[in-house]
């Protein structure tokens, strides 16, 4: 049944997609289709975790990711459709997972993180850290990111690639609009995720522990790691960087459960939740082809460059 769900729930993405392509091709508005992306990895999901929590015999060979996820019990109509039509992520995510979105609205997630007070021996007490912090801060990356788009992103269009102005410019000056325009491009995810994961925040859902110091995380819904992914050093940390709830998604459900052609068969998935346009495809064909160099590389190149802390960066530099 969890196949049939991703069949039936990709297919109808798919039917989405397509109808929007043939309306608004190219159009960047608002509408069903991310919402509904949102909804996909939610009924997929659960399909698949309540598979894994069901299915004793699967369990053995479970990601221990996976094995966290596991649903044992069938959820309620309401449990289902209070998961799959949770307010907070509805618009543009994160991804919650419905451990994670039962343990909030039972109010258990605090439970598996407790602090001790007092003299050695008494007992741990279970307490609600303040989110404001967190939340004060994200917003400010929204705020930023907003700014961004609407004062900057403007003055740097990306169809000016395509005048023969722009082909009158050196090669340099091409190269660095090209990553300054595309760069501004990132602020408007940005600005999504980051949005998303406030609000879940100042609702008490996000909480993920406490640091070696004592501080509450608050980066369980974290779906992008911005700084990270402006000065990675590899496709590889970009990638674990950018819409970390989507990777998540495609590792649980397609990645740890095929055997040949894994990578293959995820990006093709990865690029059919995202649509149809062209440059999708092209966009994860080509990161398909990246990520298996870069993992052949790494395995038979970097040894060579491990022998000293210069030999190390002059790797990373190349």
């Not at 009158?168 to 994961?197: D, N, P």
């Amino acid at each position: 049944m969890h196949k049939l769900a991703l069949i039936f729930g990709m297919s109808y993405l798919s039917v989405i997609h397509i109808m929007r392509q043939i309306y608004d091709y190219g159009g960047y508005h608002l509408d069903v289709t991310g919402p509904l992306m949102v909804a996909t990895q939610k009924v997929t999901s659960i399909a698949f975790n309540l598979h894994d929590g069901l299915c004793e015999k699967q369990r053995a060979t479970l990601h221990p990711e996976q094995r966290r996820q596991m649903v044992r019990k069938v959820p309620t109509v309401l449990e289902y459709y209070g998961y799959v039509m949770h307010y907070h992520t509805l618009m543009c995510g994160p991804l919650v997972f419905f451990n994670d979105y039962q343990d909030f609205i039972k109010g258990k997630q605090y439970l598996r993180h407790s602090i001790r007070t007092g003299m050695r021996g008494t007992p741990r007490e279970i307490i609600e850290p303040s989110s404001n912090r967190a939340v004060a801060a994200k917003v400010l990356t929204t705020f930023l990111s907003a700014a961004s788009i609407i004062y900057l992103l403007p003055q740097f269009p990306i169809e000016y690639i395509k005048e023969d102005e722009f082909f009158e410019k050196g090669w340099l000056w091409q190269m660095l609009y090209i990553i300054w325009a595309t760069s501004l491009h990132r602020h408007r995810y940005y600005h999504a995720w980051t949005l998303g994961e406030a609000i879940c925040n100042a609702a008490g859902f996000g909480f993920n522990g406490y640091t070696s110091d004592g501080k509450a995380r608050w980066n369980l819904l974290t779906n992008v790691d911005i700084l990270t992914i402006e000065t990675s050093l590899n496709l590889r940390e970009l990638l674990i960087a950018w819409n970390k709830s989507t990777q998540t998604w495609l590792r649980n459900i397609s990645y740890e459960r095929v055997g040949k052609h894994r990578t293959q068969l995820t990006f093709i998935l990865s690029a059919m939740w995202h649509g149809f346009y062209p440059g999708y495809y092209l966009t994860f064909g080509g990161g398909t082809l990246f990520t298996l160099a870069a993992r052949s590389v790494r395995r038979s190149v970097r040894p060579m460059f491990q022998h000293s802390n210069t030999a190390r960066q002059l790797y990373d530099l190349l």
